[in-house]
Structure formats: C-alpha cells, structure tokens
C-alpha cells in the first residue's frame, strides 16, 4: 500500500510545547502541596488534561471532590495558556515546516491529530491552521490516546486505510494510539520509549519524506 498522507501530533511534534504542560503542572501542584517530578513526564506526555490530573492526584494521595478537580483543570489551562502567549509560527519545531511543504508537494495529505484540546485554537492563533489538510484535537474525539480513536477518525476524514498513513508522535502513548489505529509510526526522541515505532529520529531536521517512508517501511520490504 502507498502512503498518502503525514499525520502530525502537535505538542512535542508541531511545537515544544510539552515542557509548558509540565512547568504548568509544576505550578498547579505547588499550589495545592504536592511535587512534580521529571519521571511524571513520561507519564503526562501524551496523556489527556484528566487523565494527567488524575495520576497526580492519586500519586500524591489525594482525594478531591469533582468540583474541585475542575476547578484545577480549569486553572492548569489558565496558566498553560499564559506560558505559550509568546509563541508563533517561527516556534514551529525544526523541520516541521519543509516537511509539510515537501509533502504537499507530492501530494500527500497532512493532518494533526493531537490530544490537547487547545491545539486547534494554537494552530489559528499563530496563522497554521492553512497549513493542513485536517486538524483534530481532543475536542472532537473524546477518547484519550493511547486509544486508537483520534487516528482511526482522521483515516476516515482522509478516506484513506490507516496503512496508507505515517503518524509522527513523540509520546508511548501517542505511539501506541498509531499502531493500535493501524498506521505506519515515526517516533520522534529517545528509541528507548518509543520502541513499538516504525522507526524512531531525535528530530525533524533536515528528514526528507523519503527518509520517513524508506523508514517506516523497511520492516516491509525485507
Ligand atoms: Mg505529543
């Protein structure tokens, strides 16, 4: 099966913005007693606002009611939303860009797939949004990855069979919602979390698409 179409991650992949979740995390825990600490990374990447939330409450003992757990997510997107107030369209990740233009050029299509619900709006507000073909955050898809959902649903958006789809994921879980969905896989950071990738790159520089779809494919030819 050919591939036709990119389908992009954003927070980690599109934008680094994966390290203002987590100061934003820090803050929010602050407030309320408890500590972040780098390892929780692992386990926020990727993961949807409640389900982070979730995980650091239980790992800090805490039990809150459902009000107040709203009022934290309320307040953890508040000051997300005050860190990434300086970003724009040159904070795209290195590569990104070419990338895209290099796809669009052999007429792929380019999609985002993201599980933060602020996505869609970052994408209008930098002026990116043109850029692609079909943009889903998880205000669309109420299933968090690593559920497959998000990726099976933009498939069908594209009209394309998941095979016929590269998704680029920084995160386990991001990974596991793509080959779950059937989708070719390139990981971007450290192999070592990321081995159930097709294969896996420290950064989108200088990567042509046919790096990524020799890449995502060897496993099929030999
Ligand atoms: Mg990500």
């Keep these: 099966m050919m591939i036709r179409a990119l389908i992009f991650d954003f927070d980690g992949v599109l934008m680094d913005t994966g390290r203002y979740h987590y100061k934003s995390w820090e803050i929010l825990l602050d407030k309320i007693g408890l500590t972040l600490e780098p390892e929780d990374d692992l386990v926020l990447k990727g993961a949807s606002r409640i389900d982070s939330l979730e995980y650091l409450l239980h790992k800090g003992q805490l039990l809150l009611s459902h009000y107040q757990k709203e009022a ?7 000051i997300y939303l005050d860190l990434i107030d300086h970003l724009t369209l040159q904070d795209l990740l290195p590569g990104v860009y070419p990338l895209i233009q290099a796809a669009k050029k ?8 993201s599980g933060s619900r602020n996505a869609r709006h ?11 073909d079909i943009v889903i955050d998880a205000n669309d898809v109420p299933a968090a990855k690593p559920d497959p959902e998000i990726y099976e649903h933009v498939c069908q958006l594209l009209h394309l069979h998941p095979a016929e789809t590269v998704v680029i994921e920084d995160a386990e879980k991001g990974v596991a919602a793509g080959i779950a969905a059937g989708c070719y896989v390139l990981g971007l950071g450290d192999p070592a979390y990321l081995d159930k990738a097709h ?3 420290s950064s989108l520089a200088g990567l042509g698409l046919d790096d990524i779809l020799q890449g995502v494919s060897r496993d099929l030819i030999a």
Excluded: P, S, T
Aim: charged share 30%; proline share 0%.
């Design 72 to 78: 934290l997510l309320k307040e953890k997107n508040r």
């Design 199 to 201: 294969m896996v790159v």
């Design 106 to 113: 052999e007429g792929y299509q380019v999609a985002v797939a």
């Design 122 to 132: 970052i994408l209008e507000r930098i002026g990116a949004l043109d850029l692609f």
